[in-house]
């Protein structure tokens, strides 16, 4: 079910893009965790790119705050919820995208849990960014201070057992007791998804996944 309705997004989108005259095209892409955010962005980076659309991500997750701040700020056991972000970094780098030719970006890497600054370079001839992330449609401040930057916003929908499943999944994957692993699924991501579900704008497209 989602390759046909991905097929139609995406002919959607490109049909947008052709008729806007602006300089870049921002596609907000937004979703609970372990909905699938980063292989459907890729997938659309991709399939933009071989459609002659020259496409980059600008990922939420690079704009985390470091655990020493989260220690400090004693949110180190929330991470991952809307509080433990730069929003206001993360508006700045959208408005830059919007105005500048080139800029370098951030990016989380899940290897060393971190985000890394001046990782990757999006450049002058970039004509659309997707913008990713779980909170970007939030519908409060400071992240509603987003929207006014999208062309085209899409919400990746996921029933509650799946993403579960998929939470429990990724923890494991990092060796950690079941303990852990439950406090970190049932305290933390899973409510956070049923908040992204819940409290984000109505996009323009959902994806079932």
């Known amino acids: 079910m989602l ?21 870049r ?16 962005s890729e997938k659309l980076a991709n399939d933009l790119r071989a459609n002659e659309y020259n496409s980059s991500i600008l990922q939420m ?3 985390h705050y470091d ?11 929330k991470k ?15 408005s830059r995208l919007q105005k500048e030719d080139e800029v370098i970006i951030p990016i989380f890497d899940r290897s060393l849990e971190l985000s890394r600054s001046s990782a990757v370079i999006i450049s002058k001839n970039t004509k659309v960014i ?11 401040y400071p992240w509603c201070e987003l929207h006014k ?7 990746i929908n996921c029933e509650k057992k799946i993403l579960e499943k998929r939470l429990i999944e990724r923890w494991e ?12 699924v049932y305290k933390n991501d899973l409510p956070n998804g049923v908040n992204v579900l819940k409290n984000s704008i109505k996009a323009d497209y959902i994806l079932e996944n």
């Open 3 to 23: 390759d046909l309705i991905y097929d139609q997004l995406l002919i959607s989108i490109t049909e947008r893009i052709d008729n806007d005259d602006k300089n």
């Open 25 to 40: 095209y921002f596609i907000a892409l937004s979703g609970p965790p372990a909905s699938g955010k980063s292989t459907i």
């Open 61 to 63: 997750d690079g704009f």
């Open 67 to 77: 655990d020493l701040i989260l220690k400090e700020k004693k949110l180190l056991f």
């Open 80 to 94: 991952g919820a809307p509080e433990t972000f730069d929003v206001m970094g993360l508006i700045n780098f959208v």
């Open 130 to 140: 997707i913008v990713e992330g779980n909170y970007i449609l939030l519908n409060s």
């Open 149 to 155: 930057f999208f062309n085209t916003t899409v919400m």
């Open 173 to 184: 994957n990092f060796n950690l007791p079941k303990e852990e692993i439950d406090e970190k």
